[in-house]
């Protein structure tokens, strides 16, 4: 068990939907990174969070959101929901460049 | 931009061979490469860390190597069990100088242990 924790754990959207995933870093984390996977592919960096302030983003449009909170966990929003958001959705937290410490993943399916 | 290799992308082995992995990039300029395994719809998990300083890390069966001249990572599994049955993935964290520390993954390499 790395410590980080996401919700939910599955779900089902249809497309034109909003979606937020959550995510809950590991204690004395400060840094807290989103990928998204699809199907037989490796992670793609979706953005990352250093003490609430997104301080760098991979190439995802800005329907593509978050949040950092005090405690520094973590929201993923995504708006106007597509047939390919469909896919894993993996929180990372890690003490800046340190090892990074994956969640379980929440698996989004959109129709 | 970074691109990361892995090869092969699926190796099936009996049980008790001794195996290797093998991860490619292209720009040397890394800080970090992690290696991480994946089972089936669960997330990652770390195995091994090394810091661009370092040319291996050892955890119990498994060793990985860095040569970041030649942008080159391997990580060898001794005597391979069922259990080691997982997607295996490399990432590097590029060196940017800055506090973005964004990890570039490969696509994997499917391992299966047969009994």
């Known amino acids: 068990e790395t410590g980080v924790t996401q919700s939910p754990t599955h779900l089902i959207k249809t497309r034109g939907q909003q979606v937020t995933l959550r995510c809950s870093s590991q204690?004395?984390?400060?840094?807290v990174s989103w990928y998204q996977q699809a199907l037989g592919q490796g992670p793609q960096f979706i953005f990352q969070y250093y003490r609430e302030e997104e301080n760098g983003r991979g190439n995802f449009p800005p329907r593509f959101s978050g949040l950092q909170f005090p405690n520094y966990s973590s929201e993923l929003n995504v708006n106007a929901l597509e047939l390919d958001d469909s896919a894993l959705y993996l929180c990372a937290s890690s003490l800046q460049a340190a090892e990074l410490f994956f969640g379980e993943g929440s698996r989004l399916t959109v129709l | 931009k970074q691109e990361v290799t892995q090869i092969p992308a699926a190796l099936s082995v009996p049980e008790g061979e001794n195996l290797v992995l093998n991860c490619s990039f292209t720009d040397s300029a890394i800080y970090n490469l992690q290696w991480f395994r994946q089972d089936p719809g669960k997330g990652l998990t770390s195995l091994l860390l090394i810091q661009s300083s370092q040319r291996e890390q050892t955890s119990g069966r498994l060793n990985a190597s860095l040569d970041k001249s030649s942008g080159r990572s391997t990580l060898y599994i001794a005597a391979s069990q069922p259990g080691d049955s997982a997607t295996y993935l490399c990432a590097v964290i590029p060196y940017s100088g800055g506090s973005n520390y964004k990890l570039t993954f490969g696509k994997g390499t499917l391992l299966t242990v047969n009994p």
């Open positions: 204690s004395g984390h400060n840094t």
